[in-house]
């Protein structure tokens, strides 16, 4: 078990780029989220999969976001004319559903990637 | 939802136990409660989840008031390892559309810091 991993770890560009993060999450984990943290704040939920179904979108995740997970495999999110106010760390995080028990269901978290938009 | 609220920041010194609190007076009788801990320059862990009963596993202990209305983490031997944002997460079984079980909701959390 190699735990979710998330590429690149850092990431700088400017305002107005697009930007592409990569999360592989945990094998045999059919469910991956995304989530987003600003500094002194707690993880915000940005979107969820089940395989490669995109089943629900917060309302933070404007239209020049868009994430994909081709295959059910790993999923990559896109930032599209990158804002200030994208600068954030972004969060990947897997679990395996047992069946209906989803409260039992433990996530796994990637170590981010931290945006910076100058 | 129902929403908890924690102490921003505690204190604890090394190799001894630290209790870190939280309140949920709104909690419904289907909600879990869990705990998860983010180390500095990391994605959050899950440490520890329980909905009634005291539950206790490797990483820590949780203490559950009868009226589901607080709870409590325990450390029973606080090391520099532990010093970590801890974040205590209801998660609603809520069968509405869109019921949204599946993902965490993290408010600021406790910011504990461990002497040594």
């Known amino acids: 078990d190699t735990g979710v991993s998330q590429d690149p770890r850092h990431k700088i560009t400017k305002r107005g780029q697009n930007v592409t993060f990569r999360c592989d999450p945990i094998?045999?984990?059919?469910?991956l989220y995304w989530y987003r943290q600003t500094l002194g704040q707690g993880p915000e939920f940005l979107t969820y999969?089940?395989?490669?179904?995109?089943?629900?979108k917060s309302r933070l995740l404007s239209d020049r976001f868009s994430a994909e997970r081709p295959k059910g495999s790993f999923s990559t999110l896109e930032i599209q004319r990158t804002e200030q106010g994208d600068s954030a760390m972004y969060l990947c995080?897997?679990?395996?559903?047992?069946?209906?028990?989803?409260?039992?269901?433990?996530?796994?978290f990637g170590p981010g990637t931290r945006l910076l938009v100058l | 939802d129902a929403k908890t609220t924690q102490p921003n920041s505690m204190e604890s010194n090394e190799e001894e136990p630290v209790h870190l609190p939280c309140n949920h007076s709104?909690?419904?009788?289907?909600?879990?409660i869990h705990w998860y801990r983010q180390l500095p320059s990391q994605g959050p862990e899950y440490v520890i989840h329980?909905?009634?009963s005291n539950v206790n596993n490797r990483m820590a202990s949780l203490a559950i008031a009868e009226d589901r209305k607080s709870s409590t983490l325990i450390l029973h031997r606080a090391t520099l390892r532990d010093a970590a944002v801890y974040y205590c997460?209801?998660?609603?079984?809520?069968?509405?559309?869109?019921?949204?079980?599946?993902?965490?909701?993290f408010g600021k959390g406790t910011l504990l810091t461990v002497n040594p």
């Open positions: 995080a897997s679990s395996q559903s047992i069946g209906t028990h989803t409260l039992q269901e433990t996530q796994y």
């Open positions: 094998s045999e984990h059919n469910r």
């Open positions: 999969f089940q395989n490669e179904a995109q089943l629900e």
């Open positions: 709104t909690i419904s009788g289907t909600d879990y």
């Open positions: 329980g909905l009634t």
């Open positions: 997460i209801l998660r609603d079984v809520r069968k509405d559309s869109g019921g949204s079980n599946y993902k965490l909701t």
